[in-house]
Nanobody, 121 residues
Framework: QVQLLESGGGLVQPGGSLRLTCEAS????????MAWYRQAPGKERELVAT???????NYADSVKGRFTISRDNGKNTVYLQMNSLKPEDTAVYYC???????????????WGQGTQVTVSS
């Protein structure tokens, strides 16, 4: 089996920073794209940032210049550094990854359980 475990969420004041971590574990052979999504109350889940296994990144317009996605392939881990946080960044943040696990040849999409980020004074 494969699991994605997020950590690093919490309560932060506007203008503050948080760093989210998501570690994939299990019988992993390879990981393609990794991403962070978020879902605010009453809203649909939205893409925040993606990173390929070649470290090419893409961001939602709402977080460009404030958030940075990165990954450590040796640790099967993806990070989201969030700076200059705003109240509208409040949401549950989910990790997502395309993973090939032993003994299969195809990739499958996996989700973490989510971590709450609350930006409030």
């Amino acid at each position: 089996q494969v699991q994605l475990l997020e950590s690093g969420g919490g309560l932060v004041q506007p203008g503050g920073s948080l760093r989210l971590t998501c570690e994939a574990s299990g019988s992993i052979v390879d990981i393609n794209d990794m991403a962070w999504y978020r879902q605010a109350p009453g809203k649909e889940r939205e893409l925040v940032a993606t990173i390929t296994n070649g470290d090419r990144t893409n961001y939602a317009d709402s977080v460009k210049g404030r958030f940075t996605i990165s990954r450590d392939n040796g640790k099967n881990t993806v990070y989201l550094q969030m700076n200059s946080l705003k109240p509208e960044d409040t949401a549950v943040y989910y990790c997502n990854a395309e993973i090939r696990r032993a003994p299969y040849l195809t990739y499958r999409n996996y989700w973490g359980q989510g971590t709450q980020v609350t930006v409030s004074s």
